[in-house]
C-alpha cells in the first residue's frame, strides 16, 4: 500500500512539473512579445535538466505518452542550448603573438568582502580590468589595485551603476556612456595594445527585473549596436564588449545584437560558465559576456570563483589576429 502511495506522489509531482514546464517553454517561444516571455528564455539549461528528468521519471512510470512530451521538450532545450553544451575549447587555435588577459567582475554595490576580492585580483593579475558596480567604497578598498593600472577610465556611484576600465596598456579616447538610460555608466575607448588597437566598450546593462526595466536595457542593446555598427570599418580597429549585459545568449534580444554588429560570443567553444546568482548554483545563468570581432581570437574563457558577489568573475585571454 504504502508503494502504490509513494508511486502516485510522484506521478502526480511529476505531471505538475510537466506541465509547468510546458507552460514555461511555451512562453520562452514568445520571447520576443514582452518581458515575461523573454525572462523565460533565459532558464533554457534549467528546462533542459527538468526534461532529461522527467523523460527518466514517466519511463520508470511506464506513462509512454508524458515520457514522450518530456523528450519533445528536452529536445526543444536542446535546439537553443546545443552550441553550449559541447564546449570545444581545446580546438582553439592559439595565435602568435602576445597575448592580454581581461578580467570583468561585477563587484555588487553591497558586497563587503573585500579581501577576497583584493586577493583575486592580486593573484589573477589581468592586463585590463573591468569593475562594475564600481561605488567609492570599492575605490577605496581597491586602490592598492588599481594603482598598478597607469591608464583609466572610471566613474564611482554609491548605487549599482559605477564602473571602471583599468588598463596596463594606454587608453585613448575614453569616454563614459549612459547608453540612452541617464544615471548608468558605460566606457568606451581605444585600447593601445602591442599586436593593435582595440575598440573596446564595457558595459554593465539594467536588470530586465520589471518591464520598464527591461525596455531600459533593450533601448541600451539598441544603442550599443548602433555604437559599435554592423560591423568593422576596414583599418579600423576590431571591436570588443564586455561586461554584465543582463542577458543569457538564449534572450532573442542577444541573437539581434550579434547579428546586428557582427560580433561573435568567445565564451561559446568553454560553454555556458553561468555566472549569476552565485549564491544558487541551479539557477545559475549567463549574463556576463565577451563579444568579440573575427580579428580577435580569444584562446581562453573562464569562470572565475566566488568572491562575495553575487556574480563570478569572467576571465578571457585574447590575441589580435590581423
Known amino acids: 500500500m504504502a508503494s502504490v502511495t509513494v508511486r502516485g506522489i510522484v506521478e502526480r509531482g511529476a505531471w505538475l512539473a510537466l506541465a509547468g514546464l510546458l507552460l514555461a517553454s511555451l512562453l520562452a517561444q514568445l520571447g520576443r512579445f514582452g518581458w515575461l516571455p523573454e525572462l523565460a528564455t533565459h532558464f533554457r539549461i534549467q528546462y533542459l535538466a527538468v526534461a532529461l528528468l522527467l523523460a527518466v521519471v514517466f ?5 509512454p505518452v508524458p515520457a514522450l512530451l518530456a523528450v519533445a521538450l528536452l529536445l526543444l532545450q536542446v535546439w537553443y542550448t ?13 595565435p602568435a ?4 588577459r581581461l578580467l570583468s567582475l561585477n563587484l555588487y554595490y553591497r558586497n563587503h568582502d ?10 589573477r593579475d589581468p592586463d585590463v ?10 575605490v577605496r578598498e581597491l586602490a592598492a589595485v588599481t594603482a598598478g593600472y597607469p591608464y583609466w577610465k572610471s ?17 585613448r579616447e575614453a569616454v563614459a556612456l549612459d547608453l540612452g538610460v541617464p544615471g ?20 554593465h546593462l539594467s536588470s530586465p527585473t520589471s518591464a520598464a526595466r527591461a525596455a531600459m536595457r533593450n533601448r541600451q542593446l539598441e544603442a550599443l549596436a548602433k555604437l559599435l555598427g554592423p560591423a568593422a570599418v576596414s583599418g579600423a580597429p576590431p571591436r570588443l564588449l564586455v561586461g554584465d549585459m543582463n542577458l543569457t545568449p538564449f534572450s532573442p534580444y542577444f541573437a539581434t545584437l550579434l547579428a546586428q554588429t557582427g560580433l561573435r560570443d568567445a565564451r561559446q567553444p568553454d560553454g555556458l560558465l553561468g555566472s549569476w546568482p552565485s549564491w544558487l548554483p541551479p539557477m545559475q545563468v549567463t549574463i556576463d559576456h565577451c563579444l568579440v570581432d573575427a580579428a580577435l581570437a580569444a584562446t581562453r574563457v ?20 590581423r
Not at 519511463?59 to 506513462?63: E, G, I, K, M
Not at 603573438?97 to 592580454?100: F, L, R
Open 114 to 123: 573585500h579581501d577576497a576580492v583584493r586577493d583575486y585580483l592580486r593573484a
Open 129 to 138: 580590468l573591468v569593475l562594475s558596480e564600481l561605488t567609492p567604497e570599492w
Open 302 to 321: 573562464r569562470r572565475g570563483p566566488d568572491v562575495g558577489s553575487d556574480h563570478y568573475p569572467l576571465e578571457v585571454t585574447l590575441f589580435v589576429v
Open 184 to 203: 548608468s555608466v558605460n566606457v568606451r575607448a581605444i585600447l593601445e595594445l602591442p599586436g593593435g588597437a582595440l575598440d573596446l566598450v564595457a558595459v
Open 59 to 63: 519511463a520508470l512510470l511506464r506513462r
Open 155 to 171: 566613474v564611482d556611484q554609491r548605487g549599482p551603476w559605477g564602473l571602471g576600465v583599468f588598463s596596463r596598456y594606454p587608453l
Open 82 to 94: 546545443g552550441d553550449y553544451l559541447l564546449p570545444s575549447a581545446s580546438q582553439r587555435a592559439q
Open 97 to 100: 603573438g602576445e597575448p592580454v
